[in-house]
Every structure is written in C-alpha cells, then in structure tokens.
C-alpha cells in the first residue's frame, strides 16, 4: 500500500492550486502572467527579476570538428543593466552537431539570430529566495491534508548559470522525486528494461557532448550540476536522426523523504534550434505522466500526484500544470 503522512508545508491538493496561484503570481504590464517569486529590476524583496529583452544567438562553425558548429547565447536587457549594472547575460556555449544549426547558417547565409523575450534572471541567492517564497506563499494557503509527505525545501527549478557572473536563468520547473532511487538506479532501471519499455537516446543524443547539463541550488545551501540524464528516442520521419526524444534531468538531492528529483519534458526536432525556442511546447506534464506510466509497472514502487507550488505561469513553460509525481517504495 502507499505510504501515507501527514504534512503541512511543501504540498497542496489540486483544488486549491487556483488559490496558490493568485497568491504567488502578478500581471505585468503587457498583460501576461509574471512568474512565481519574480520582481521588477528596482525590486527590494531579493527577487530575481522579470527581464524584458532580447536573445541573441551566434553559430560559429567548431574549429575542432567540421560536422559541428558552437552556439553563443546572450540575453540583453535594459531591466538586467539597472538590477546589476551589466545588460548581458552570458549562457554557457553549447556545441551541435550541424544537422541542428539553420539551414543558412550551414550555407554560411547567416550567422545571427534575434528574438524579443522575457527571462527570469537572478543571482543564487535571489533565486533561492524566490523559491523559499513560493514555498511560503503556498503554505499560508493549505491547510493539513493527507498525502504523500515531500521535504518543503526540495528545489523547485533548475537553471542556466551565467558564463560570466553567479546569476542564474531560470529554466523549467522540475516535476519528479524518488524517495529511495538515486540518479544511477533511476538511469539503470529505465534503460535496462524490457524491449519496448527500456528508455534510451537517438543515434545523435547518445554522444555525451550533446548533453547539456543545468543546475539546481540545493536548499543546504549551493548549486549542483545534472547528475544523470535519460532520454526515450521517438522516431519521427521528418527529422532524420535528429529526432524528437523524452528527456529526464536528474538530481540527487540531500533532502527528507527524497533521493533525486527530475526534470521531464519533451525535445522537439532539432531540440528547437532551428526556430525560436521560447514558443516551443515542451510537454513537461505529458513527461511526467510518461515516466509515471513506465515506473507503475515496477514492483514495489507506489506513485502519487502531488504540487510543491511551482505551476508555471510563464508561457514559455505553459504544459506544467504544477504537479509532481513522487515515487516511493511499498
């Protein structure tokens, strides 16, 4: 049977999600929804800041290989200038094999691509504030329910450190928690099940270089790099053997009642290089529930639907409806 706790902070009950909501998020000027635990550039609450901007990306042919390009990415944003006094946010490069580079960048027609955005920028610390906040905020709404009981201070999101500096972007929100799995038993059972469940990558994303790794700041205090990822290649014959895979992040975190937490979503064709990557649909939700249908089918392990307040209220991240699965043992 599942185990059942008590609990108090950390974890609300589908119908009042709404309620937690409207408590933790803003409308911004523009009229979409300002994400959880975000301020203004002048804000003097320790929130990270709600970025207006624009995303710069370089390609640059690999001088170390001739099938692979490197890309340069940077947010600008006036927003960022007045919080930190530098408008640039530098990501880490990441190098692509040339199937994911734009065909004019391969035709050497262009090299530069622009798009108006928004980020979430911040630096740890405000990052980890905002996410002690949301945690906060949702708390003051629930009352003592019986659920699954997960540690309040469990990472709410992973990020994309700043090249330069120790801010942080903020990516999408993690949806995953094992109480008793690490990252290495999590990866061994996934890909070492039977022909048709196993979970494993395409002919292209297997190669280690192409993994991009991100961060989450542990709640003891630092950051840690993606300790294991998985992926389930999905064929699809308009995308060649770059094709469309499930991809799991995961985390071994020191947490009560989690082993490692994860991240699921869903790649697109070319991981969305070659259009803008801000309006791609990651299907974060329908991972999550295709990870809890392959771990349903394990003995001894129970699953339950749970929220830690992380409900994505940027677009960006549309297809997270703010609930976990957390998985625990019989």
């Not at 009229?31 to 975000?38: A, D, E, I, N, R």
């Not at 007045?82 to 199937?99: A, C, H, N, T, W």
């Not at 205090?221 to 990822?229: A, L, M, R, S, V």
């Not at 308009?238 to 991240?263: M, N, S």
Request: with cysteine; glycine share 6%.
């Amino acid at each position: 049977m599942t185990k059942r706790r008590k609990f108090l902070k950390g974890i609300a009950s589908t119908s009042l999600l709404g309620a937690v909501q409207s408590a933790t998020a803003d409308r911004s000027s523009d009229s979409t929804v300002q994400p959880l635990g975000t301020g203004g550039p002048g804000n003097d609450e320790q929130l990270p800041v709600y970025a207006d901007g624009r995303l710069v990306s370089h390609y640059r042919p690999d001088p170390s290989h001739e099938d692979r390009y490197i890309l340069e990415r940077k947010f600008e944003s006036v927003d960022l200038a007045e919080r930190y006094g530098d408008p640039i946010f530098r990501y880490m490069d990441q190098v692509l094999s040339k199937e994911r580079v734009p065909e004019a960048v391969r035709e050497r027609r262009k090299t530069t691509y622009t798009f108006q955005t928004k980020k979430v920028i911040g630096t740890e610390a405000e990052n980890r504030h905002a996410e002690e906040r949301i945690r906060e905020q949702q708390s003051e709404e629930i009352e003592l329910q019986d659920q699954a009981e997960i540690d309040g201070n469990v990472p709410l999101y992973h990020y994309d450190p700043d090249a330069d500096s120790d801010q942080q972007s903020r990516s999408s929100p993690l949806n995953l928690a094992w109480e008793a799995e690490d990252s290495q038993s999590i990866k061994q059972n996934m890909e070492n099940a039977s022909v048709g469940r196993a979970w494993l990558p395409g002919p292209v994303t297997m190669l280690p270089w192409m993994r991009v790794p991100k961060t989450v700041n542990l709640p003891n205090g630092g950051t840690k790099e993606t300790d294991k990822h998985i992926m389930k290649w999905i064929s699809d014959i308009f995308c060649d053997a770059e094709t469309k895979q499930w991809h799991i992040r995961l985390y071994d975190v020191p947490a009560d009642g989690i082993t490692a937490v994860g991240q699921s979503h869903q790649d697109p064709c070319t991981h969305g290089h070659l259009r803008d990557n801000e309006n791609i649909n990651w299907k974060i939700d329908a991972a999550r529930d295709k990870v809890s249908d392959f771990w349903s089918q394990e003995s001894g392990i129970n699953s339950e639907t749970i929220s830690v307040g992380n409900t994505a209220t940027s677009e960006r991240f549309g297809s997270h409806n703010g609930n976990w699965k957390y998985f625990d043992d019989d």
